[in-house]
């Protein structure tokens, strides 16, 4: 699975409660991503295995709205989930440079 700021800003919402259900429009408020980055990020994670999806059982004339399609991160896409921005994230933290490491650098030298 390629992890994308898009992929990690959509995990990271899911796992702040790995557990619970959450449908595409609470995603979309939740990570302030469109609909067409959204659910084609959703459809990924369930190709993948990370995430589940079912369709919410309503009558929708009762509740005066259309049915939900419900998403949840499956227990080995939680893991993986995690691991992912985890390693996202040592990727991108910069290093502190020590002394030796500066001083063993060589200058740029001028294009002309």
Do not use: C, N
Request: aromatic share 6%.
């Amino acid at each position: 699975m390629r992890v994308t700021v898009a992929v990690a800003t959509v995990l990271a919402a899911l796992l702040e409660e790995p557990d619970a259900d959450r449908y595409g429009l609470e995603l979309m408020a939740a990570t302030g991503l469109p609909s067409g980055t959204i659910y084609p990020i959703l459809r990924r994670l369930q190709d993948a295995g990370w995430v589940t999806a079912d369709w919410e059982r309503i009558d929708p004339v009762t509740a005066g709205r259309p049915a939900r399609r419900y998403y949840r991160l499956t227990p080995d896409g939680a893991q993986r989930a995690r691991a992912a921005l985890a390693e996202l994230r040592a990727a991108t933290t910069p290093r502190p440079s020590t002394p030796d490491s500066v001083a063993g650098r060589r200058r740029p030298r001028p294009a002309w």
